[in-house]
Structures are given as structure tokens and as C-alpha cells.
């Protein structure tokens, strides 16, 4: 089985344009577990550290069941 250590690989602000003129500024991190990926998530702005965590371990909870 693959190494499915998680590293981030970019963390960038960014803003989504939302009906009716609204904007919900977000932060976009992009990661990788072992060698899959790279995977795209995006969070409200300034996620905590606790919230990405859980992101990328739902990613690896996932590639270990499709093996």
C-alpha cells in the first residue's frame, strides 16, 4: 500500500461570486495524500487548522477503501 501521508501543497484566498451580487470570500487548499492527487478543497475564509485536518483525513479514509 502507498505511503497516504497528507501534505498541502498550496493555500491561496480567493472569492466566489454568489447570485444576487453577493461574494463569500474563501481559501482554497490543495493537498496531496501520498502520491494521489493533487486534491482541491475549498473553505470559507481562514479555515482552522483542525477543519483542513479533517478534510484531508476524509480524502484517506476514502483512497483506503478503494484498496
Given amino acids: ?24 470570500e474563501t481559501t482554497v487548499v490543495q493537498f496531496t495524500i501520498g502520491t494521489h492527487g493533487p486534491f ?3 473553505f470559507d475564509r481562514g479555515p482552522q487548522r483542525h477543519d483542513i485536518d479533517q478534510v484531508m ?4 479514509a476514502a483512497l483506503e477503501g478503494l484498496v
Fill in 1 to 24: 500500500m502507498d505511503d497516504l501521508k497528507a501534505k498541502i501543497v498550496r493555500v491561496f484566498d480567493t472569492a466566489e461570486f454568489q447570485i444576487g451580487g453577493a461574494v463569500r
Fill in 57 to 60: 483525513q476524509q480524502r484517506r
Fill in 40 to 42: 482541491t478543497h475549498t
